[in-house]
């Protein structure tokens, strides 16, 4: 028998898991407490990161400008050939070596005889006969 005085192992058991409880809401909270603490330190590092880098920024948008076209352009016709195509500046069919060329060039070159782009039809555009 047990002594009448004597705390039950059963009582026992539930006073520690009252304890266990408490340790793991105590936990609980203190975890809950370092995550919001490591967040706000993450957003300032990340805010000290981003006002450090203006000129990156500033580079990045310009590369995202817009390409700027000119009017008219003239584009070599093959490989060591003379003959160059007359184009206009937002042909997407002209090659990579288009050079800017004025109006006034570009008439003057369909009328030394420089083919036109059959895409873009400069001489159309331009009223060329």
Known sequence: MSDPGSISRLDKLRALQEWLDWQLRQTRGRIQQLEAQERQEH??????????????????????????????????????????????????AAGKRLRAISREQALAALADGAPACEVCRPDTALGAP
Not at 46 to 61: F, I, L, M, T, W
């Open 43 to 92: 957003h300032q590092a990340r805010e000290k990161r981003v006002q450090g880098k203006p000129r990156v920024e500033k580079r990045e948008s310009e590369k995202r400008r817009p390409r700027t076209f000119p009017d008219w352009g003239i584009d070599d016709i093959g490989v060591g050939t003379l003959q160059s195509e007359v184009h206009r500046g937002d042909c997407f």
